[in-house]
């Protein structure tokens, strides 16, 4: 009787994940991930440091591209633009330029999130791809955010993120494809394992 218990419990367990997570995608759309983001202009002293956490993440995080000359070309082609996370906060996405921190012929690249309200810029995670898009839905505070991967004019990689309280971290995938309409369909990922 014990073994049925465990084998039902299981069943909705798994029934319910399943339906969390097909629902985690239901409002999102690929045109969330072109929202317009102003440009930010910030302080040169914060620009720095913002430079500098991102340059102690590259090599925190193992990047290959931390020689002087590839760490020099990434931070020359540094773009910045406000991003809305929180509702009570200024925060601002750092997109790379081009360089080793890009790639999908040029669509794809690193991002950097930042809490900038206070006087030191807050490190909130690390993006890859394109967007982001940011969602409704939250945790401590921060909204989630989604963003692509560009595979193809007909394909893309889409990534779920969400702010744990100490950093974002991808905690959900998908694949996105459009039918010869431009009707796109996004589809969890069956593949999805998220990074610790």
């Not at 930010?40 to 931390?66: F, M, N, Y």
């Not at 955010?145 to 193809?152: A, E, L």
């Not at 100490?166 to 593949?191: L, V």
């Amino acid at each position: 009787m014990r073994t049925v218990g465990v084998v039902v419990f299981l069943l909705v367990f798994l029934s319910v994940a399943g339906m969390a997570q097909q629902n985690r995608w239901a409002n999102v759309t690929l045109d969330l991930l072109h929202a317009d983001r102003p440009i930010a202009q910030l302080p040169l002293a914060k620009k720095h440091s913002i430079e500098r956490k991102i340059v102690l993440v590259a090599q925190r995080d193992g990047w290959e591209c931390t020689g002087k000359e590839q760490i020099d070309g990434l931070l020359q082609g540094l773009r910045y633009q406000w991003v809305p996370l929180k509702t009570d906060a200024k925060t601002v996405m750092i997109t790379s330029g081009l360089g080793c921190a890009r790639g999908g012929q040029g669509a794809n690249g690193a991002m950097w999130l930042f809490d900038v309200s206070g006087k030191d810029p807050i490190y909130l995670g690390e993006l890859n791809g394109w967007g982001p898009g940011t969602l409704k839905t939250s945790f401590a505070g921060y909204n989630d955010v989604v963003t692509g991967w560009h595979i193809s004019g007909f394909e893309a990689g889409l990534t779920y993120y969400r702010f744990d309280g100490n950093s974002y971290r991808a905690i959900d995938g998908a694949d996105a494809i459009t039918d010869e309409d431009g009707n796109w369909k996004i589809t969890p990922s069956k593949s999805f394992v998220p990074r610790k």
